[in-house]
């Protein structure tokens, strides 16, 4: 495929970049605006690591061709609160979750499209939303507990 300009809304931004269509999002990121939060954990969208926001939905960024993000809203982990103050990281790092914290800026991205949906999630609508994201560290009860502990925290803003 030939390669094309696209502009792009990221974190709030428009920027532009030349890549051939089918290119996905995630080299986009990474190669060409040098947003690095956003990690390769498969290429078939199984592991969640790629994870970033897409018009307010979780997307896995590394099945998603550039060609399809244009006037499209996407948020990556630097977006998420360029502070670094949303109640679920705070609550990651209160509980310390991450061990090798590879595959947590893709759960802190599904994470918080869960809380957008669901305020108050079950247990059981943690363990749906974040079905998709694989933990090789097997951190996955402290993140329940994290979710949980964040949603108090953005509801009682």
């Excluded at 502070?83 to 090798?100: F, K, N, R």
């Amino acid at each position: 495929m030939p390669i094309s300009i696209y502009t792009l809304s990221i974190n709030g931004k428009m920027m532009t970049v030349e890549a051939d269509a089918d290119t996905p999002l995630l080299w986009v990121l990474r190669d060409h605006l040098n947003l690095l939060g956003t990690k390769f954990g498969c290429g078939v969208a199984q592991r969640g690591a790629c994870t970033v926001h897409v018009d307010g939905n979780a997307m896995r960024s590394c099945v998603f061709p550039i060609a399809n993000a244009e006037k499209r809203k996407i948020v990556t982990i630097e977006g998420l609160s360029p502070a670094g103050d949303h109640p679920l990281q705070h609550a990651w790092e209160e509980l310390d979750v991450s061990q090798c914290g590879y595959c947590q800026a893709g759960r802190l991205m599904s994470a918080a499209v869960l809380l957008q949906e669901k305020p108050n999630p079950s247990d059981e609508d943690i363990d749906s939303a974040m079905s998709g994201n694989i933990c090789r560290c097997g951190t996955y009860l402290r993140i329940r507990k994290a979710i949980h502990v964040a949603a108090e925290k953005f509801n009682n803003k």
